[in-house]
């Protein structure tokens, strides 16, 4: 089945930097676009960043282009997210996420608090 597991996440100063990682199993990796949604609290989770197949990034929220990138290891089965420039409003827990046969799965999520 399915699998998402992401880690990486923890306390980081503001200014600092993060790169959470989300391992993959249970389905052909290569063959699918991976994508970092966020949800930070009392918000609704929002899309962060998606990589095609054949690794075009894209960043979605203004707030994050030029900080935030994605990248994707297909032989590691590992999607990224590096976060640099963090700031206090990107506390968030950050999910992986997987569009398989028209079904949204998720990982358990790992949380990023930026906070001195």
Known sequence: QVQLVESGGGLVQPGGSLRL???????????????????????????????????????????????????????????????NSLKPEDTAVYYCNVRYYAMDYWGKGTLVTVSS
Do not use: H
Request: hydrophobic share 35%; aromatic share 12%; charged share 20%.
């Open 21 to 83: 990682s989300c391992a993959a199993s249970g389905f052909t990796f290569s063959s699918y676009a991976m994508s970092w949604y966020r949800q930070g609290p009392g918000k609704e989770r929002e899309l962060v960043a998606t990589i095609t197949v054949i690794g075009v990034a894209t960043t979605y929220v203004d707030s994050m282009k030029g900080r935030f990138t994605i990248s994707r290891d297909n032989a590691k089965r590992t999607v990224y997210l590096q976060m």
